[in-house]
Protein backbone atom coordinates (compact mmCIF):
# COMPACT_ATOMS: atom_id res chain seq x y z
CA UNK A 1 0.00 0.00 0.00
CA UNK A 2 1.37 3.54 -0.76
CA UNK A 3 2.12 6.62 1.27
CA UNK A 4 -0.69 8.60 0.58
CA UNK A 5 -2.88 4.93 1.35
CA UNK A 6 -1.34 5.25 4.70
CA UNK A 7 -2.12 8.86 4.77
CA UNK A 8 -5.88 8.63 3.79
CA UNK A 9 -6.17 5.97 6.22
CA UNK A 10 -5.13 7.92 9.30
CA UNK A 11 -7.93 10.80 9.30
CA UNK A 12 -9.14 13.23 7.63
CA UNK A 13 -7.94 15.27 4.52
CA UNK A 14 -6.00 18.34 6.00
CA UNK A 15 -5.72 16.45 9.74
CA UNK A 16 -2.25 15.62 10.99
CA UNK A 17 -2.17 11.67 10.23
CA UNK A 18 0.10 11.30 13.45
CA UNK A 19 -1.40 9.34 17.14
CA UNK A 20 -0.09 7.54 19.57
CA UNK A 21 -0.54 4.41 22.49
CA UNK A 22 1.35 3.64 25.25
CA UNK A 23 0.50 0.17 26.38
CA UNK A 24 1.45 -0.94 29.72
CA UNK A 25 1.76 -4.63 30.93
CA UNK A 26 -0.19 -3.68 34.34
CA UNK A 27 -3.22 -3.06 35.89
CA UNK A 28 -4.94 0.48 34.94
CA UNK A 29 -4.56 1.13 39.22
CA UNK A 30 -0.73 0.33 39.09
CA UNK A 31 -0.46 2.76 35.70
CA UNK A 32 -2.36 5.59 36.98
CA UNK A 33 0.05 6.96 39.70
CA UNK A 34 3.29 6.86 37.19
CA UNK A 35 1.28 8.27 34.55
CA UNK A 36 0.60 11.40 36.65
CA UNK A 37 4.33 11.78 36.47
CA UNK A 38 4.65 12.75 33.05
CA UNK A 39 2.54 15.81 33.64
CA UNK A 40 0.40 15.16 30.64
CA UNK A 41 -3.40 14.61 29.70
CA UNK A 42 -4.00 11.09 29.16
CA UNK A 43 -6.95 8.19 29.00
CA UNK A 44 -6.23 5.07 30.58
CA UNK A 45 -8.25 2.23 30.29
CA UNK A 46 -8.01 -1.30 30.54
CA UNK A 47 -6.60 -3.31 27.62
CA UNK A 48 -6.68 -7.05 28.02
CA UNK A 49 -5.55 -9.69 30.57
CA UNK A 50 -3.26 -7.44 33.32
CA UNK A 51 -2.85 -4.80 30.49
CA UNK A 52 -3.43 -0.69 30.06
CA UNK A 53 -3.77 1.41 27.60
CA UNK A 54 -3.06 5.56 27.72
CA UNK A 55 -4.11 7.93 25.19
CA UNK A 56 -2.20 11.23 25.02
CA UNK A 57 -5.24 14.01 24.93
CA UNK A 58 -2.35 16.22 23.20
CA UNK A 59 1.50 16.16 22.22
CA UNK A 60 4.11 18.23 20.84
CA UNK A 61 3.94 16.76 17.94
CA UNK A 62 0.47 18.12 16.89
CA UNK A 63 2.07 21.67 16.98
CA UNK A 64 4.89 21.23 15.05
CA UNK A 65 7.09 20.39 17.99
CA UNK A 66 8.90 17.43 18.44
CA UNK A 67 8.74 14.71 16.05
CA UNK A 68 6.11 12.15 17.51
CA UNK A 69 8.52 8.65 18.06
CA UNK A 70 11.46 11.19 20.63
CA UNK A 71 8.41 12.62 22.52
CA UNK A 72 7.17 8.51 22.68
CA UNK A 73 10.32 7.28 23.56
CA UNK A 74 10.96 9.69 26.48
CA UNK A 75 7.20 9.34 27.84
CA UNK A 76 7.52 5.11 27.60
CA UNK A 77 11.00 5.38 29.52
CA UNK A 78 9.82 8.00 32.00
CA UNK A 79 6.93 5.36 32.65
CA UNK A 80 8.86 2.47 33.03
CA UNK A 81 11.46 3.77 35.39
CA UNK A 82 11.05 2.73 39.11
CA UNK A 83 8.36 -0.51 38.16
CA UNK A 84 8.73 -3.98 37.36
CA UNK A 85 6.22 -3.62 34.63
CA UNK A 86 7.49 -2.68 30.91
CA UNK A 87 5.74 -0.05 28.06
CA UNK A 88 5.23 -0.33 24.67
CA UNK A 89 5.00 2.39 22.93
CA UNK A 90 3.16 2.76 19.61
CA UNK A 91 3.69 5.93 17.33
CA UNK A 92 3.09 6.86 13.33
CA UNK A 93 2.70 9.97 11.62
CA UNK A 94 2.56 11.03 7.69
CA UNK A 95 6.17 9.34 6.70
CA UNK A 96 6.95 6.59 9.53
CA UNK A 97 5.15 4.19 12.28
CA UNK A 98 7.13 2.18 15.00
CA UNK A 99 7.47 0.90 17.85
CA UNK A 100 9.22 1.47 21.54
CA UNK A 101 10.08 -1.11 24.45
CA UNK A 102 11.19 0.69 27.31
CA UNK A 103 11.82 -1.94 30.50
CA UNK A 104 13.24 -0.38 33.90
CA UNK A 105 16.80 0.98 33.82
CA UNK A 106 17.49 -0.85 30.29
CA UNK A 107 17.94 0.76 27.18
CA UNK A 108 14.48 1.62 25.25
CA UNK A 109 14.90 -0.85 22.09
CA UNK A 110 12.35 -0.06 18.78
CA UNK A 111 11.68 -0.54 15.06
CA UNK A 112 10.24 2.10 12.65
CA UNK A 113 9.17 1.23 9.47
CA UNK A 114 8.59 3.62 6.77
CA UNK A 115 5.06 4.65 5.56
CA UNK A 116 4.74 1.95 2.76
CA UNK A 117 5.63 -0.40 5.27
CA UNK A 118 9.46 -0.64 3.90
CA UNK A 119 11.71 -1.84 6.85
CA UNK A 120 13.62 0.62 8.42
CA UNK A 121 15.30 -0.78 11.83
CA UNK A 122 17.14 -3.89 12.91
CA UNK A 123 15.80 -7.35 12.93
CA UNK A 124 18.07 -7.93 15.91
CA UNK A 125 15.53 -5.32 17.86
CA UNK A 126 12.70 -7.81 17.93
CA UNK A 127 14.45 -10.38 18.99
CA UNK A 128 15.75 -7.95 21.92
CA UNK A 129 11.24 -7.09 22.30
CA UNK A 130 10.15 -10.65 22.42
CA UNK A 131 12.58 -11.76 25.09
CA UNK A 132 11.79 -8.68 27.53
CA UNK A 133 8.15 -9.61 26.86
CA UNK A 134 8.60 -12.96 27.66
CA UNK A 135 7.02 -13.88 24.19
CA UNK A 136 7.31 -17.35 22.88
CA UNK A 137 11.15 -17.88 21.24
CA UNK A 138 9.79 -19.77 18.10
CA UNK A 139 6.39 -18.83 17.20
CA UNK A 140 5.93 -15.21 18.24
CA UNK A 141 9.58 -14.84 16.89
CA UNK A 142 8.93 -16.21 13.77
CA UNK A 143 5.99 -13.41 13.53
CA UNK A 144 8.04 -10.93 14.55
CA UNK A 145 10.79 -11.15 12.23
CA UNK A 146 8.29 -11.15 9.73
CA UNK A 147 7.62 -7.68 10.41
CA UNK A 148 10.88 -7.15 9.50
CA UNK A 149 11.30 -8.25 6.20
CA UNK A 150 10.21 -6.72 2.83
CA UNK A 151 6.01 -7.33 1.90
CA UNK A 152 4.68 -5.22 -0.94
CA UNK A 153 1.30 -5.82 0.39
CA UNK A 154 1.88 -4.66 4.02
CA UNK A 155 2.08 -0.84 5.05
CA UNK A 156 2.72 1.13 7.85
CA UNK A 157 -0.63 0.77 9.56
CA UNK A 158 -0.27 -2.96 8.89
CA UNK A 159 2.67 -3.58 10.72
CA UNK A 160 1.59 -2.17 13.50
CA UNK A 161 -1.64 -4.05 13.67
CA UNK A 162 0.63 -7.10 13.09
CA UNK A 163 2.61 -6.57 16.27
CA UNK A 164 -0.64 -6.48 17.94
CA UNK A 165 -1.62 -9.66 17.19
CA UNK A 166 1.28 -11.12 18.30
CA UNK A 167 1.33 -8.80 21.49
CA UNK A 168 -2.85 -10.82 22.02
CA UNK A 169 -0.86 -13.87 22.85
CA UNK A 170 0.57 -11.88 25.84
CA UNK A 171 -2.70 -10.93 27.08
CA UNK A 172 -3.28 -7.61 25.34
CA UNK A 173 -6.59 -6.56 24.00
CA UNK A 174 -7.01 -3.42 23.61
CA UNK A 175 -10.48 -1.85 22.80
CA UNK A 176 -12.69 -1.80 19.92
CA UNK A 177 -12.29 1.26 18.02
CA UNK A 178 -8.65 1.92 19.33
CA UNK A 179 -6.00 1.14 16.58
CA UNK A 180 -2.93 2.36 15.16
CA UNK A 181 -3.30 4.92 12.03
CA UNK A 182 -6.25 6.17 13.46
CA UNK A 183 -5.56 9.71 14.20
CA UNK A 184 -4.94 10.91 17.72
CA UNK A 185 -8.68 12.64 17.95
CA UNK A 186 -10.80 9.30 16.98
CA UNK A 187 -8.80 7.34 19.69
CA UNK A 188 -9.43 10.07 22.56
CA UNK A 189 -13.36 10.02 21.40
CA UNK A 190 -13.09 5.80 21.47
CA UNK A 191 -12.33 6.44 25.37
CA UNK A 192 -14.28 9.35 26.38
CA UNK A 193 -17.21 6.98 25.30
CA UNK A 194 -16.01 4.61 27.59
CA UNK A 195 -17.15 3.77 31.20
CA UNK A 196 -14.08 2.22 32.77
CA UNK A 197 -11.95 5.03 31.48
CA UNK A 198 -10.03 7.50 33.74
CA UNK A 199 -8.60 11.00 32.77
CA UNK A 200 -4.87 11.01 34.06
CA UNK A 201 -4.00 14.83 35.03
CA UNK A 202 -0.42 16.67 35.35
CA UNK A 203 0.32 17.27 39.45
CA UNK A 204 2.60 19.13 41.25
CA UNK A 205 6.23 18.00 41.71
CA UNK A 206 5.50 17.30 45.27
CA UNK A 207 2.30 15.34 44.38
CA UNK A 208 4.52 13.39 41.51
CA UNK A 209 6.72 11.99 43.47
CA UNK A 210 4.46 10.97 46.03
CA UNK A 211 2.65 9.06 43.38
CA UNK A 212 5.91 7.83 42.10
CA UNK A 213 6.58 6.45 45.49
CA UNK A 214 3.33 4.59 45.62
CA UNK A 215 3.73 3.24 41.91
CA UNK A 216 6.96 1.92 43.07
CA UNK A 217 5.85 0.29 46.44
CA UNK A 218 2.82 -1.24 44.42
CA UNK A 219 5.87 -2.55 42.28
CA UNK A 220 6.50 -5.10 45.31
CA UNK A 221 9.86 -3.84 45.45
CA UNK A 222 10.33 -2.47 49.08
CA UNK A 223 13.84 -3.45 50.39
CA UNK A 224 15.11 -1.06 47.45
CA UNK A 225 13.06 2.25 49.24
CA UNK A 226 14.48 3.99 51.14
CA UNK A 227 12.35 3.69 54.74
CA UNK A 228 13.99 -0.21 54.32
CA UNK A 229 17.53 0.83 55.46
CA UNK A 230 18.76 -1.73 53.14
CA UNK A 231 22.34 -1.06 51.34
CA UNK A 232 21.08 -1.25 48.41
CA UNK A 233 17.98 1.20 48.62
CA UNK A 234 21.29 3.77 49.31
CA UNK A 235 23.14 2.79 46.22
CA UNK A 236 19.80 3.05 43.86
CA UNK A 237 19.39 6.16 45.17
CA UNK A 238 22.36 7.10 44.33
CA UNK A 239 22.59 5.71 41.09
CA UNK A 240 19.52 7.00 40.48
CA UNK A 241 21.12 10.87 41.03
CA UNK A 242 23.72 10.11 39.30
CA UNK A 243 22.15 8.78 36.07
CA UNK A 244 19.21 11.93 36.18
CA UNK A 245 21.74 14.37 35.14
CA UNK A 246 22.77 13.15 31.75
CA UNK A 247 18.96 12.11 31.14
CA UNK A 248 17.88 15.48 32.31
CA UNK A 249 20.96 17.05 30.21
CA UNK A 250 19.96 15.17 26.84
CA UNK A 251 16.17 15.94 27.09
CA UNK A 252 17.32 19.85 27.09
CA UNK A 253 19.59 19.46 24.39
CA UNK A 254 17.10 17.90 22.81
CA UNK A 255 13.79 19.77 23.53
CA UNK A 256 12.36 16.70 24.50
CA UNK A 257 9.83 16.61 27.29
CA UNK A 258 9.72 12.78 27.71
CA UNK A 259 13.21 12.95 28.39
CA UNK A 260 13.70 15.70 30.86
CA UNK A 261 10.29 13.84 32.69
CA UNK A 262 12.33 10.87 32.77
CA UNK A 263 15.76 12.47 34.04
CA UNK A 264 13.85 14.81 36.47
CA UNK A 265 11.61 11.89 37.96
CA UNK A 266 15.18 9.76 38.73
CA UNK A 267 16.97 13.03 40.02
CA UNK A 268 13.47 13.17 42.27
CA UNK A 269 13.96 9.34 43.30
CA UNK A 270 17.56 9.92 44.05
CA UNK A 271 17.23 13.09 46.07
CA UNK A 272 14.47 11.87 48.43
CA UNK A 273 16.54 8.48 48.77
CA UNK A 274 19.28 10.52 49.91
CA UNK A 275 17.85 12.53 52.04
CA UNK A 276 15.77 10.05 53.70
CA UNK A 277 19.13 8.58 54.53
CA UNK A 278 20.48 11.48 56.56
CA UNK A 279 17.21 12.54 58.34
CA UNK A 280 16.02 8.99 59.30
CA UNK A 281 16.83 8.31 62.84
CA UNK A 282 19.59 5.35 63.61
CA UNK A 283 19.90 2.49 65.72
Given at each position: ???????A??????????G??????A???S???A?????E???????G???S????????W??G???V???????A?AL????P??????????????C?????????????????????????AM?TFA????????????????????????????R?HG???????????L?V???P??????L?????????A??I??????????????AV???R?????P???E????????A???????V????????????V???????????????????????
Open positions: MSRDAFQGSGSPGAPASALLLCREPDVAPARLLRRMLLTRADAWVLVPEGGPLHGEPDRVLTGWTAVGVWPVVALWWDADRAGTLASGFRRPVGYIWLADGTPAGESERARLGLDPVLDVQSLDGLTEPDAEADARALLLAVLTHAGLSPGLAGEPGERREVLVGRSDRRKGERWRDLVRAGLDERGIGPWLWSGPRARALALQLVGGVPTVFGVRRRSAGWAAGALLLAYGAVGLAYEVVRPRD
